[in-house]
């Protein structure tokens, strides 16, 4: 009897786990669509390029190299293993959970993992976009996914100094969130703004997306992708308290974006007298990753709050950047890193267990290594080949450069 209860418990929570790496995996799609609604009709093909491939290199690189190097290490280290490349033991390939027990497969693990690391590399897609050359983009998805990512991973996830210094986030707004958009920072900075941006004498001019219908679409399909992202992070349902608790987090999560889009658009009307849909769509993020470092510990009304300051963030994170030149045509460094940074600090305000000191040094820590190597990763990559494509390039639209097609070729004017 007692056997038979082990292998049901077994089974279910494998199950729960892949079901939820699926939903994380849909958020792919969800980036794809925000990201392709929010640029201009003729940079959309090659950002939905970007897109897919980077979840293929994400996925390839985590399979290969990344998963060992976040799971494969002692505790409380600094730097991760590389036994697994000497012969040491391969953590994809084991059936049985960590540490002996027996709750899970090993490889639900993992494929819930991988889908998390494809959603770290979208943040920096969205940010780049319009004016970045396609493969200088996907050679640092190559080294953001296998060594960047991983390695501050090892840290936290992996039980590294993060883990035994009791630094808290249970579904990565530091971990996932800031850390892509600390990479997004780097690449915006390095690549500069997209022409035609920003004027003189501090003129800042807009440059509307192409298709709000596909960016609302994405926005919901995130939304719906993240009860998969912050429910999943239980890591088992098979129990009374595991099961409540992932209630509460959907709760919680669902909550948090609410808050977000309501905080967002009443200070969008405030301050810019009109309701604007893609403030609205960002706070709904922005409310998500806030309440991803802790989406199990508040009430349902304190994630709305939680939610609701993420949303007024990213407003105004989004025009303090734009004041400051760094051109985000998505808004990623605000959504995924200023709410991520609010999420993590956030938590020992619900959470006993957690400290300050610790969140604080947890943040710093993977903002700079996720901003310092990017950094060094992005000027090798402009030496190397470049990373902006030609200013008539950029006239004419990326599709047509780096992918020799359009997404709405019968919209052009002029051709045949």
Known sequence: MTEDITQLSYALDTFYFLVCAVLVMWMAAGFAMLEAGLVRAKNTAEILTKNVVLFAISCTMYLLFSYHLMYSSGAGGFLPSLGFLLGGENTVDQVMGSNGDIYYSNRADFFFQVVFVATAMSIVSGAVAERMKLWAFLAFAVVMTAVIYPTSGYWTWGGGWLAELGYSDYAGSGIVHMAGAAAALAGVLVLGPRKGKYGKNGAIYAIPGANLPLATLGTFILWMGWFGFNGGSELMVSNIDSANNMAQVLVNTNAAAAGG????????????????????????????????????????????????????????????????????????????????????????????????????????????????????????????????VSEEEEYEGVDLAECGLEAYPEFSVGKK
Not at 296 to 322: Q, R
Not at 324 to 336: E, M, Q, R, W
Not at 337 to 348: F, H, I, Q, R, Y
């Open 261 to 388: 889009v309501i905080a967002a658009l009443i200070l969008a009307k405030i301050w810019f007298r009109k309701a604007d849909l893609t403030m609205a769509l960002n706070g709904a993020i922005a409310g998500l990753v806030a309440i991803t470092a802790d989406p199990l510990s508040p009430t349902g009304l304190g994630a709305t709050l939680i939610g609701a300051v993420g949303g007024l963030l990213v407003v105004v994170s989004i025009v303090a950047l734009d004041k400051l030149k760094i051109d985000d045509p998505v808004g990623a460094i605000s959504a995924h890193g200023v709410a991520g940074l609010w999420g993590v600090l956030v938590v020992p305000l619900t959470n006993a267990s957690a400290s300050f000191g610790a969140q604080i040094i947890g943040a710093l820590a993977i903002f700079l290594w996720c901003f310092i190597a990017s950094l060094i990763v992005w000027l090798i990559i402009k030496a190397a080949m470049g990373v902006r």
